[in-house]
């Protein structure tokens, strides 16, 4: 049986998962990267401008949940190791694995077309153009800004956290009166590396919905190491046992002076931090409720105070877009995107693309794109039959009520998982279901 002619957007980690897995399964490809180099969002510097990583970025995974399952991580890399230890990491991955010379650095996806009866003409940077059969896409979704608006102008200076390097670049930051919006982990990395008092700063952190602080350590270990969910329990059954026990680890950001949470624990992304609550309690950074609206310097909050400031910065998370796409091709607005799986589009006509990576995989995501990886190299050589149109629409319906039916209806949320519940769902259910519609005897 002939394979078909395969093409990956993107090296970063999706991208190499999925080449790995498609050496193992014997399937030729390209991948096609717009920088000069492998690991996405984790080579900081990254020429293609598709890298939010700061100078001072450790991971808030732990190496021991963030490994890949047949590659872990040196043993001599701290529990939370900074950036270029995951750059380096890929790069090992990457050679282990004989992956560089399936993939042509600095010639990305331009422009991808669907043909008439399936397949795709792929438009390079380099001018040329080539057909494949199978599109993988795996050009990340955390690279494109999206920035909060407001009634009103702000004078100062602003800019996404995504173009935060460290307290010199891109702005000089020191001696400045800073508003930080937002509390994802970036926020709160951002926000206590420039409360720094040697830095001479005032920081102000703002928030809509608050957010539970997560710590990084409990009982002298790797708190995601106590998060495991089981297959074999109600998932709201198993969170609600997390909301009941989440006085124990300190995490209400009330105990801090932040707002009180418009939502239970774990029906938003928490927040992990250690230092966070400690530049609180200490009067370095001033908790903030939302924005009401912008004038010159003076920002007011929906609190009714309002106070001057030199700079703003947007921690407000990322969209998830496909440059390469027509939009009535292929688009999520609003972080919307129907995938059966998390992969798989459920137009018969569009079987030809798989997606990997699009999601918030709670508490991991580098073994979540290993998972994905083994069902998308399956499919390429048919060992993988998709269900009926019908049955992927419910499916995804079905699953977007267990993961995110509970969640705070925003656009950071619509992508959010349960990596071990996804997991065993494919491992157990999906593949073996998958093999059957397929033909294929399952030994």
């Known amino acids: 049986m002939s ?72 043993e001599s890399y701290p529990d939370f190791p900074h950036h270029t230890q995951i750059k380096a990491y890929l790069d090992d991955y990457a050679d282990a694995f004989d992956i560089r010379r399936h993939i042509e650095f600095e010639n990305g996806v331009e422009h991808a077309d669907p043909r008439p009866g399936g397949g795709w003409t792929l438009r390079l940077h380099s001018g040329e153009t080539r057909e494949v059969d ?28 995504h173009h935060y390097i460290d307290p010199e670049t891109p702005l000089h930051l020191k001696d400045k009166r800073i508003l930080v919006v937002g509390i994802g982990n970036s926020a709160a990395d951002i926000s206590v590396e420039l409360s720094s008092k040697s830095l001479r700063n005032e920081v102000t952190l703002s928030t809509r919905s608050s957010a539970w602080i997560v710590p990084k350590y409990t009982y002298g270990l790797p708190a995601d190491k106590y998060y495991v969910t089981t297959p074999y329990l109600p998932l709201k059954w198993q969170r609600w046992a997390a909301q009941k026990m989440q006085f124990m680890t300190g995490s209400n950001p009330e105990l801090y002076g932040l707002p009180k ?5 774990f029906e938003a992304h928490p927040t992990q931090s250690i230092e966070l609550p400690l530049r609180l309690g200490s009067g370095d950074i001033t908790p903030k409720v939302n924005i009401s609206r912008l004038d010159g310097s003076a920002v007011h909050f929906e609190d009714g105070t309002s106070a001057e400031f030199d700079v703003i910065i947007y921690a407000t998370g990322y969209n998830i877009t496909f440059p390469f796409f027509d939009h009535d091709v292929i688009s999520a607005p609003e972080n919307h995107l129907r995938l059966f799986k998390r992969m798989f589009l459920t137009d018969p006509a569009r079987r030809d693309a798989v997606f990997m990576g699009f999601a918030q995989s709670t508490p991991t995501l580098f073994p979540f794109v290993e998972a994905q990886a083994r069902l998308m190299a399956a499919y390429a050589i048919g060992r993988y039959a998709l269900p009926t149109p019908a049955a992927m629409e419910q499916a995804i319906d079905d699953d977007q009520a267990r993961y995110t039916g509970h969640m705070l209806d925003r656009p950071r949320h619509t992508q959010q998982l349960d990596y071990f519940i996804y997991e065993h769902d494919l491992r157990a259910k999906e593949l073996p279901a998958g093999l059957r519609r397929a033909g294929t005897l399952v030994s």
């Open 3 to 74: 394979h078909p002619r395969t093409a990956v957007i993107g090296a970063g980690i999706s991208g190499l998962t999925s080449g790995k897995m498609l050496n193992d399964y014997g399937v030729e490809y390209t991948c096609y990267e717009t920088s000069d180099r492998v690991g996405g969002n984790w080579a900081f510097g990254n020429p293609n401008g598709h890298s939010s990583a700061y100078r001072s970025l450790h991971i808030d995974t732990s190496k021991h949940r963030l490994s890949f399952k047949d590659f872990p991580m040196p």
């Open 134 to 161: 199978l599109l993988v896409v795996a050009n990340g979704h955390h690279w494109d800004p999206r920035t909060a608006e407001f009634p009103g102008e702000f004078t100062g200076e602003s800019f996404h956290s």
């Open 261 to 265: 949470p418009n939502h239970k624990f």
